[in-house]
């Protein structure tokens, strides 16, 4: 398995615009999750699915963040209108419950000028 | 609320050993322990399901208090490979109804 995908790597975006994250868990993973991390605060859960279905998005900063999950095999993370505070490193991870813990993406670099 | 992590940060010689804490305020279901390196994402290195059970893998270990809510990583005798940021994450629920909530890391420098 190629392990959870994301994309894109880097962003780089003015003030305003709108951004999107993506997320391709691993196959048969019947959780996934949004983090972001910063210096500041760490890993911050922001939201996260069970079987396609938004179970606690009560991390989500602002209603300028949406996320959705249409399949099982993807995901988006949406930010708009974006500002620079949401500058950080988004990950998405997967699991399938066990004892195997989570498998994080390589994350997304977003830097928002 | 975010558990939290001791020591912030820990500097050793290659072969020395180290113990990384973990404590919530809330009752817990399991602990994970997982290690970042610089610029990559996070890998998971273990979990704890409460019941005081202790795992190892070769010579990480790690013990999860339930009573007390506490979890303890063991590094013996550290390889420079060790190096990175250590999370816990902790889960109140149990079957992935949780999602895990982040200790802010301990950084661990291993010198030659």
Request: overall charge negative; glycine content about 14%; cysteine-free.
């Given at each position: 398995d190629a392990g959870v995908i994301q994309s894109p790597r880097h962003e780089v975006t003015e003030m305003g615009q709108e951004v999107t994250l993506r997320c391709k868990p691993i196959s048969g993973h019947n959780s996934l999750f949004w983090y972001r991390q910063t210096m500041m605060r760490g890993l911050e859960l922001l939201i996260y699915f069970n079987n396609n279905v938004p179970?606690?998005?009560?991390?989500?900063?602002?209603?300028r963040f949406s996320a959705k999950m249409?399949?099982?095999s993807f995901s988006t993370l949406k930010i708009?209108?974006?500002?620079?505070?949401?500058?950080a490193v988004y990950f998405c991870a997967s699991s399938?419950?066990?004892?195997?813990g989570y498998t994080f993406g390589s994350g997304t670099r977003l830097t928002v000028v | 609320q975010q558990p939290v992590q001791s020591p912030q940060a820990v500097i050793l010689r290659e072969g020395e050993d180290a113990v990384i804490n973990c404590s919530s305020s809330k009752a817990l279901y399991s602990v994970h322990w997982y290690r970042q390196k610089h610029g990559e994402a996070p890998v998971f290195l273990m979990i704890l399901l409460k019941g005081g059970e202790q795992k190892g893998h070769e010579k990480i270990s790690a013990s999860f208090n339930e009573k007390k809510q506490q979890s303890s990583l063991y590094l013996t005798?550290?390889?420079?490979?060790?190096s990175g940021t250590y999370f816990c994450g902790t889960e109140?629920?149990?079957?992935?109804a949780d999602g895990l909530t982040f200790g802010k890391g301990t950084h661990l420098i291993i010198q030659p």
């Open positions: 179970i606690d998005d009560s991390g989500m900063p602002e209603d249409p399949n099982a708009q209108p974006s500002e620079p505070r949401d500058s399938d419950g066990t004892a195997w | 005798a550290s390889q420079l490979s060790y109140s629920t149990g079957g992935g």
